[in-house]
């Protein structure tokens, strides 16, 4: 058996759709589960609904188009899709009526995207002579807590996707199971959404708990790449990364996995592979515990723009304890996030994400400290075996000193798998250029 992961953009459309049918009948003898996310524009479609409703207007035309007209371009009839869009009027009619949207309601009304979505897919697939069933996540047992718009899943998760599934994966049961990605139940019989990642985590999940073979995620591209390959035309693709490397490379820039759906698969070691849905034959990347043959030296770059800089001065903090605990309790009462951190005997420097509103924090922190910001940095960040910095670093800053470019700061992480620097944001780009060229 294998999990089988297909995001909005592709099925965003009846010809994908049918390219995705493809795809899955090529693996029907692998015993695939299917997770999908709710098609193309959707999500938004469902969101413009909902602002409309707390305005007083119900309208479901833009959805309700989109997965008719592509309903009939695939020469399909679901009559589930209709009773689902008869769901959402009523959801948004309360909505209108309240003038208001919870995050509770929120949950529920982006949940119509993917639980449409599986209804298309399995409706298809049938048609071409290949049975499918379509499941909404809570039909596999998928129940979590009742943090909405970021809900966790329950560990009675790991018991209850077996329960069902087996029948499939004994052969048993015919039918590919069709399962809406992003959304559970929480105990209440209440509809969530799983947060950011939340696709990849349900993917992640099924395939962890049903012991698959492994869990494909499909992208359109040959896997995890060396960087980004719209800023170097001969970045390649890498066979195989660690599940901490994955990680990294997620919070540092690259669109792979989200950090979070790798947790299920380190429990069981289950590998992840990235496929390209473009190039079916390609082997893509392989997720592993450990890697299989020599470590290389240097897997991939990764870029992260939009950030400021904090440098934090004082002369508190020489011998001081507890200096550093209260300088990361503000960002903790602020809620913001701390990228990358370098220390010294009396200064901090430490990167946070732009977007974030700094005013609070940089007000509290300079009630203690001499504090500066400066915006408009990127974190170029190398994944790497550390134990071969010296060298790496050796070769990048040759090569980035030849250019002209000057680091502001620089970070190895506690993982021992990357090695990240600070460089100003109009030079992000020829950065990850000249690194990958003297890496590669």
């Not at 660690?242 to 759906?261: C, D, K, M």
């Not at 922190?365 to 134990?387: F, H, M, P, Q, Y």
């Not at 506690?414 to 600070?422: E, G, P, R, T």
Request: aromatic residues 6%; hydrophobic residues 40%; charged residues 25%.
């Amino acid at each position: 058996m294998i999990v089988m992961k297909f995001g909005g953009s592709s099925v965003a459309n009846a010809d994908r759709i049918r390219h995705v049918a493809e795809i899955i009948q090529e693996y029907k003898s692998d015993l695939p589960a299917i997770v999908l996310s709710a098609m193309g524009d959707t999500t938004d479609h469902l969101l413009e609904a909902a602002d409309m409703a707390v305005n007083g207007k119900v309208d479901i035309e833009k959805v309700e188009k989109l997965h008719f007209d592509t309903a009939k371009e695939l020469g399909i009839d679901v009559p589930a899709i209709k009773e689902l869009l008869g769901e959402l009027k009523t959801l948004l009619t309360g909505i209108s009526m309240l003038k208001e949207l919870s995050k509770r309601s929120r949950d529920y009304l982006v949940s119509f995207g993917e639980r449409m979505s599986v209804r298309m897919m399995a409706a298809y697939l049938t048609k071409l002579g290949t049975p499918a069933k379509f499941y909404d996540a809570w039909d596999i047992g998928i129940v979590s807590d009742s943090n909405y718009m970021a809900a966790e899943l329950l560990d009675e998760v790991w018991d209850n996707i077996p329960k069902y599934l087996n029948d499939y994966k004994n052969g048993r049961q015919k039918e590919i199971p069709i399962v809406t990605g992003f959304i559970a139940k929480d105990k209440h019989g209440t509809i969530t959404t799983l947060g950011r990642g939340g696709s990849d985590l349900s993917a992640t999940m099924i395939g962890s708990a049903m012991g698959a073979k492994e869990i494909q995620t499909w992208k359109d591209v040959d896997g995890i790449m060396t960087t980004d390959p719209r800023l170097v035309k001969d970045a390649k693709p890498v066979p195989e990364v660690t599940y901490e490397e994955a990680q990294e490379l997620a919070i540092f820039g690259a669109q792979v996995l989200h950090p979070r759906s790798m947790i299920p698969c380190r429990k069981t070691g289950t590998p992840v592979r990235v496929k390209n849905s473009y190039n079916i034959k390609s082997e893509g990347t392989l997720i592993v515990e450990k890697h299989t043959g020599s470590v290389p030296p240097v897997t991939a770059i990764t870029k992260v723009k939009n950030v400021t800089l904090i440098d934090i001065q004082s002369s508190r903090m020489l011998g001081a304890a507890g200096f550093l605990a209260h300088i990361f309790n503000q960002f903790l009462k602020w809620n913001i996030s701390i990228d990358v951190i370098a220390t010294s005997e009396v200064s901090v420097s430490l990167t946070v994400n732009t977007k974030s509103d700094l005013t609070g924090l940089l007000e509290d922190l300079g009630r203690v400290a001499e504090v500066k910001a400066t915006g408009d940095k990127a974190i170029i960040t190398v994944i790497c075996d550390a134990s071969h910095s010296s060298a790496i670093l050796a070769k990048a800053f040759d090569a980035l000193n030849k250019e002209g470019i000057n680091v502001q700061m620089i970070s190895q992480g506690a993982s021992k798998v990357n090695i990240s620097f600070l460089v100003n944001m109009e030079e992000a780009d020829k950065t990850v250029q000249v690194v990958h060229a003297a890496l590669f």
